[in-house]
T-cell receptor, first 115, second 111 residues
């Protein structure tokens, strides 16, 4: 049972455009929603994260939009650059209470920015 | 500051062989975990540990063993390698739920 569904699987965006990746979750106990960025041959690295008490978080060109009622969240990359070409993973986790809460990842989106 | 170090980076095994993937972190994180990454499947949790001496199964634990004798090290053992275990393996550590730090990965091929 996939608890975090991510789309699209791949995305091609022109330089300067807006890249949008969507995720949906099922578990209402999820309380922390990070996005990870992975370059070829490297491990994933935290890009930006949000908690459900806010509907939007922005860091530079990267914005997370969160819709608690719809159980959906998305990553927007403004003014997309070739250096943004990578695989992006959304993830979700329950609030840390017992120390064993697990991060559940989406299936990933391969983003390619073309000149 | 090394972060999370995985060895080896690449490995080819024959079916039935055993091996250990090493993972070490120098951030004094209590929580460590192993994931496998396969095309179209994302990152799937194999095993995790919330501290020395404490381990538990994740989503896809079959065929793998772990132990946690120290805070720093969390090795993953393949008991009898199978072609289905061909994958890229990532070790991660975190102190709280707010950020997981990943190693560079081990690309394993079982022939």
């Amino acid at each position: 049972q996939q608890q975090v569904k991510q789309s699209p699987q791949s995305l091609i965006v022109q330089k300067g455009g807006i890249s949008i990746i969507n995720c949906a979750y099922e578990n209402t106990a999820f309380d922390y929603f990070p996005w990870y960025q992975q370059f070829p041959g490297k491990g994933p690295a935290l890009l930006i994260a949000i908690r459900p008490d806010v509907s939007e978080k922005k860091e530079g060109r990267f914005t997370i939009s969160f819709n608690k009622s719809a159980k959906q969240f998305s990553l927007h990359i403004m003014d997309s650059q070739p250096g943004d070409s990578a695989t992006y993973f959304c993830a979700a986790s329950p609030v840390l209470r017992f120390g064993n809460e697990k991060l559940t990842f989406g299936t990933g989106t391969r983003l390619t920015i073309i000149p | 500051n090394a972060g999370v170090t995985q060895t080896p980076k690449f490995q080819v095994l024959k079916t039935g062989q055993s091996m250990t993937l090493q993972c070490a972190q120098d951030m004094n994180h209590e929580y460590m975990s192993w994931y496998r990454q396969d095309p179209g499947m994302g990152l799937r949790l194999i095993h995790y540990s919330v501290g020395a001496g404490i381990t538990d199964q994740g989503e896809v634990p079959n065929g793998y063993n772990v132990s946690r004798s120290t805070t720093e090290d969390f090795p993953l053992r393949l008991l009898s390698a199978a072609p289905s275990q061909t994958s890229v393996y990532f070790c991660a550590s975190r102190r709280t739920v707010t950020e997981a730090f990943f190693g560079q990965g081990t690309r394993l091929t079982v022939v």
